[in-house]
């Protein structure tokens, strides 16, 4: 089936750093990827979605400046959080939908940051 | 707005028995219903995606069902093994490019 690969797993970073995650569809091209944040016991929270070639387009109120989305290829999207704060800590998710518009959505593993 | 509802947010089960998982949803107008499966500390593992136009997938010991009109789907799973044990999302699109709207999950524990 359809593989989603997302790395790092997890990651600690201190304050004021910044950290990389990206998320590779490994079988599959992927024209639209998907950034979410997930806290505990709580749903996923869909941060911005990505278009290869294109600018992502964010939710409202995520932060586009301090979430550097950047989709450069049909198989792979980056999240940078830029200046990381403590309350920058969560779960990061990342998926990946085929070319068509009826293909199921295929997700990593998730990367946990914890920002110190 | 769209809203997805999943209760009870945990289920204890004895293993081997037939369950199901409920999930409604607040606007009837969707494009399709997706079940997930997610591990502690996991991503998300597709299950079953059925579309607005259908009424039931099946996959094994899983089969998942859409009432559009009553704003409900129910994942059914058969015969539950230890394994099963995880937290179950469903998720809806209403459009064929909008973004999907989750629930919070049920976390099923299946006792040995």
């Known amino acids: 089936g359809a593989v989603v690969s997302q790395h790092p797993s997890w990651v600690i970073c201190k304050s004021g750093t910044s950290v990389k995650i990206e998320c590779r569809s490994l079988?599959?091209?992927?024209?639209?990827m998907f950034w979410y944040r997930q806290f505990p016991k709580q749903s996923l929270m869909l941060m911005a979605t990505?278009?290869?070639?294109?600018?992502?387009?964010?939710e409202q109120g995520v932060e586009k400046d301090k979430f550097l989305i950047n989709h450069a290829s049909l198989t792979l999207s980056t999240l940078t959080v830029t200046s990381a704060h403590p309350e920058d800590s969560s779960f990061y998710i990342c998926?990946?939908?085929?070319?068509?518009?009826?293909?199921?959505?295929?997700f990593g593993n998730g990367t946990r940051l914890t920002v110190t | 707005k769209q809203e997805v509802t999943q209760i009870p947010a945990a289920l204890s089960v004895p293993e081997g028995e037939n369950l199901v998982l409920n999930c409604s949803f607040t606007?009837?107008?969707?494009?399709?219903l997706q079940w997930f499966r997610q591990d502690p500390g996991k991503g998300l593992t597709s299950l079953l995606l059925?579309?607005?136009?259908?009424r039931e997938q099946t996959s094994g010991r899983l089969n998942a069902s859409l009432d559009k009109s009553s704003g409900r789907s129910t994942l059914y799973i058969a015969a539950s093994q230890p394994g099963d044990s995880a937290t179950y999302l469903c998720a809806v699109r209403t459009g064929a490019n909008s973004k999907l709207t989750f629930g919070k999950g049920i976390t099923l524990s299946v006792r040995p």
């Open positions: 606007d009837s107008a969707i494009y399709n």
């Open positions: 059925i579309q607005s136009s259908q």
């Open positions: 990505s278009n290869e070639g294109s600018k992502a387009t964010y």
């Open positions: 998926s990946a939908q085929g070319t068509g518009t009826n293909s199921p959505l295929h």
């Open positions: 079988d599959f091209q992927a024209t639209t």
